[in-house]
């Protein structure tokens, strides 16, 4: 057993796994780039109350899975480790004034999120999201966008097109009344509610609908939904996302019982979980209007959608499904050496290869020659540079490790060979 070993929900990301991540990262970032959104970084922690205020004292998120940082006396804010990454960059927004930008703002960040879970398969403490927010911009043809974008997201990962599921889930013309529904359901049905949500009945009915108890399974699907209860506006906005959904080709399901954990969400909400497989551990991502939000933390009512997708579970998903490609991009070429010692001509030719953009490594341990192949060949490299006396000549003999043919090649030509092998293959 180790001495230390990662915090339990935590995982260390070791080079294989973090590649992995990383063309996720890059799929998401040459996306959004395309789409027109530019990139943002608020800080990992934030005070508590940016957190409380927004997603809503009475979430789960809030009440258990808050990650809080001990207070410094000297310093008496409460601070949080993010659970999301939307009410820290509103409250960017709002802090930086960009309500004057040009509107609609539209922002996109990809980075680890805290949820003192309890941990199990897919659900960890420290875990990554792909977030874009969309400030400004009353919908609903953004709305249709965002989810478009998402599925193209998914599809350029190589996942089989995930299941998508949209409601609305009204504002507050329309809300109340609905709340009121649904208070009146549970309390015909007190008896049947486990003890904490029978407390948080009287506090956000809302939340039992959202509820991960299995308790909650069968009643739940008894309870009344908002859909018959949209006011004009919310549903006139909920059948204009439908109809640019299906005019961009893409599938959904009208899923009236989908609600989102965060209070800070109106109108449009949507949820994407791996084809046929719903559960509350699989969700690969979800979002969502959240038109009061800005006003919440401080700025001019300016409404707002994003989304936050699960980089973990997306991996998952791949892994599950047999389509995890092998992210890991194996060097080109190894500099080796026939005299051990000298690594001074071996590590000038590594330099130069690689200021020329090809991916090199020199052999720097001062081991034998038949060693330094061996390495190259377990790094995955399909070539060998072999520095010997002939470098006085010009030459070096370029091995083939694949083939595990050999010949000589002039320095003179080494980077254009080997660049034209690279671009073969
Ligand atoms: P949420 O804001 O809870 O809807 O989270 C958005 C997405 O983040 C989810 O759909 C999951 O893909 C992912 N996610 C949320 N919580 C966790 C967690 N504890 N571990 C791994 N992924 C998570």
Same mark, same amino acid.
């Given at each position: 057993?180790?001495?230390?070993?990662?915090?339990?929900g935590?995982?260390?990301?070791?080079?294989?796994e973090?590649?992995?991540?990383l063309?996720?990262?890059?799929? @998401?970032a040459?996306?959004?780039?395309?789409?027109?959104f530019?990139?943002i970084?608020t800080?990992? *922690?934030e005070?508590?109350? /940016?957190?409380?205020?927004?997603?809503?004292?009475?979430?789960?998120? /809030?009440?258990?899975?808050?990650?809080?940082?001990?207070?410094?006396r000297?310093?008496?804010?409460?601070?949080a480790?993010?659970?999301?990454?939307?009410?820290?960059?509103?409250?960017?927004? /709002?802090?930086?004034?960009?309500q004057?930008?040009?509107?609609?703002?539209r922002?996109?960040?990809?980075?680890?999120?805290?949820?003192?879970?309890r941990?199990q398969?897919?659900?960890?403490?420290? *875990?990554?999201?792909?977030d874009v927010?969309?400030?400004g911009?009353?919908?609903p043809? /953004?709305?249709?966008?965002l989810?478009?974008?998402a %599925?193209?997201?998914?599809?350029?990962a190589?996942?089989?097109?995930?299941?998508? *599921?949209?409601?609305?889930i009204?504002?507050?013309?329309c809300?109340?009344?609905? $709340?009121?529904?649904?208070?009146?359901?549970?309390?015909?049905?007190?008896?049947?509610?486990p003890?904490?949500?029978?407390?948080?009945?009287g506090?956000?009915?809302?939340?039992l609908?959202d509820?991960?108890?299995p308790?909650?399974a069968?009643?739940?699907?008894?309870?009344p939904t908002?859909?018959?209860?949209l006011?004009?506006?919310?549903r006139?906005?909920f059948?204009?996302?439908?109809?640019?959904?299906?005019?961009?080709?893409?599938?959904?399901?009208?899923?009236?019982?989908? %609600?989102r954990?965060?209070?800070?969400?109106?109108?449009?909400?949507?949820?994407? *979980?791996?084809?046929?497989?719903?559960?509350?551990? @699989?969700?690969?991502?979800?979002?969502?209007?959240?038109?009061?939000l800005?006003?919440?933390?401080?700025g001019?009512p300016?409404?707002?959608?994003?989304?936050?997708?699960?980089?973990?579970? %997306?991996?998952?998903?791949l892994e599950?499904?047999g389509?995890?490609?092998a992210?890991?991009?194996? $060097?080109?070429?190894v500099?080796?050496?026939?005299?051990?010692?000298?690594?001074?001509?071996?590590?000038?030719?590594?330099?130069?290869l690689r200021?020329?953009?090809?991916?090199v490594?020199?052999d720097l341990?001062?081991?034998?020659?038949?060693?330094?192949?061996?390495?190259?060949?377990?790094d995955?490299?399909?070539?060998?540079?072999? %520095?010997g006396?002939?470098?006085?000549?010009?030459?070096?003999?370029l091995?083939?490790?694949?083939?595990?043919?050999?010949?000589?090649?002039?320095?003179?030509?080494?980077?254009?060979l080997?660049?034209?092998?690279a671009?073969?293959?």
């Amino acid at each position: 057993m180790p001495t230390f070993r990662a915090p339990r929900g935590t995982r260390d990301l070791l080079p294989p796994e973090r590649a992995r991540f990383l063309r996720l990262e890059r799929i @998401a970032a040459d996306l959004t780039a395309l789409y027109g959104f530019r990139p943002i970084e608020t800080p990992l *922690f934030e005070q508590a109350a /940016v957190f409380e205020r927004s997603v809503g004292a009475v979430t789960d998120i /809030v009440e258990k899975e808050l990650f809080r940082l001990a207070t410094r006396r000297e310093e008496g804010e409460e601070w949080a480790l993010r659970p999301e990454p939307t009410a820290g960059i509103v409250r960017a927004y /709002v802090q930086h004034g960009m309500q004057t930008w040009p509107q609609p703002v539209r922002l996109t960040t990809t980075g680890p999120m805290f949820r003192y879970d309890r941990p199990q398969a897919g659900r960890y403490r420290q *875990f990554w999201q792909f977030d874009v927010e969309v400030l400004g911009d009353p919908g609903p043809a /953004v709305d249709a966008e965002l989810i478009e974008l998402a %599925v193209r997201f998914y599809a350029e990962a190589g996942l089989q097109a995930p299941d998508v *599921f949209v409601n609305s889930i009204g504002d507050s013309e329309c809300r109340p009344a609905y $709340i009121e529904a649904l208070a009146r359901y549970y309390g015909d049905h007190l008896d049947h509610l486990p003890p904490l949500e029978r407390e948080r009945l009287g506090r956000n009915p809302l939340r039992l609908l959202d509820s991960k108890e299995p308790a909650m399974a069968e009643l739940n699907a008894g309870a009344p939904t908002i859909t018959e209860r949209l006011c004009d506006g919310c549903r006139t906005h909920f059948a204009a996302v439908r109809e640019h959904l299906d005019t961009l080709g893409i599938r959904y399901e009208v899923e009236p019982r989908l %609600v989102r954990g965060l209070d800070y969400y109106t109108r449009t909400a949507f949820e994407f *979980f791996p084809a046929g497989a719903r559960g509350t551990q @699989a969700a690969l991502g979800g979002g969502g209007r959240y038109d009061r939000l800005v006003e919440l933390l401080g700025g001019r009512p300016t409404p707002g959608i994003g989304f936050g997708l699960g980089l973990d579970r %997306v991996l998952l998903a791949l892994e599950s499904g047999g389509g995890a490609a092998a992210a890991e991009q194996p $060097i080109l070429a190894v500099i080796v050496g026939a005299d051990p010692t000298a690594t001074a001509a071996r590590l000038k030719l590594a330099t130069d290869l690689r200021a020329a953009g090809l991916a090199v490594r020199a052999d720097l341990a001062t081991r034998k020659l038949g060693r330094q192949l061996e390495a190259a060949v377990r790094d995955g490299a399909r070539f060998a540079v072999i %520095v010997g006396d002939e470098l006085a000549e010009g030459q070096v003999q370029l091995r083939d490790l694949g083939a595990a043919s050999q010949k000589a090649v002039p320095v003179a030509d080494l980077t254009a060979l080997l660049r034209r092998k690279a671009a073969a293959s």
